[in-house]
């Protein structure tokens, strides 16, 4: 699907080319992996940048390949992004959603809902959430219901999202849906917080 190539298409590399010894979409590509396989931290790379699996899996020789980026790098790329390209990331994601679908479908049930990620420490926009007894984030996620398929993912602070925050993610969530799908019939469906009269309206 080349996911990797096309979330590094959206972000500005402000290197200098002649220096660059790690493309953005590898960089990202060996970090999407290793979170995959449960390694969270940007440092585990400093271990796997030398696995042969990992290599290959980013298009590298395992064993006579250069090694993938350290850790000083990855962290390095994780800081990049602004707020605008955190919103371009976000919606490479949907085109790749709507992307997956040969034709428009007819009609598409989209759940919504945010899902506890606990941290340890004090990160930004971590706060404490009572309902979980956690310091948290609660990012939203939505999903396709008929192929469970991700549609969206957005990091927010560990609280409880207002109506006019919901309002606004399902509005861009939405826009960018319809340029690819003008006329699907899309279903939202969440719980409690995902119905307040400002998202109803």
């Known amino acids: 699907m080349g ?23 590898r960089i990202l590509q060996a970090r999407i992996l290793a979170i995959a396989c449960g390694y969270a931290d940007a440092n585990d790379l400093d271990a796997l940048r030398a696995d042969p699996a990992f290599k290959l899996a980013c298009g590298l020789l395992p064993d006579s390949g250069a090694d993938l980026a350290s850790q000083p790098t990855v962290s390095r790329l994780e800081n990049l992004p602004g707020l605008r390209d955190l919103i371009r990331l976000g919606r490479v994601m949907v085109d790749l959603y709507c992307d997956s679908y040969a034709a428009p479908p007819e009609a598409v049930v989209l759940d919504i809902d945010d899902t506890v990620d ?17 310091r948290c984030f609660l990012p939203i996620h939505v999903y396709d219901t008929a192929t469970g398929r991700p549609v969206a993912m957005i990091l927010r602070p560990g609280k409880t999202p207002s109506g006019r925050e919901v309002r606004g993610h399902v509005r861009r969530l939405i826009r960018a849906i319809r340029r690819y799908w003008p006329a699907t019939r899309i279903t939202l469906r969440g719980d409690g917080h995902y119905g307040r009269p400002e998202v109803m309206a």
Do not use: M, W
């Not at 402000?14 to 790690?22: G, K, W």
């Not at 606990?118 to 956690?134: I, K, R, T």
């Open 3 to 25: 996911i990797a190539e096309r979330l590094a298409a959206a972000l500005p590399d402000r290197r200098d080319s002649t220096r660059v010894t790690h493309p953005l979409s």
């Open 118 to 134: 606990v941290v340890h420490g004090h990160q930004q926009l971590s706060l404490f959430n009572a309902s979980f007894d956690e």
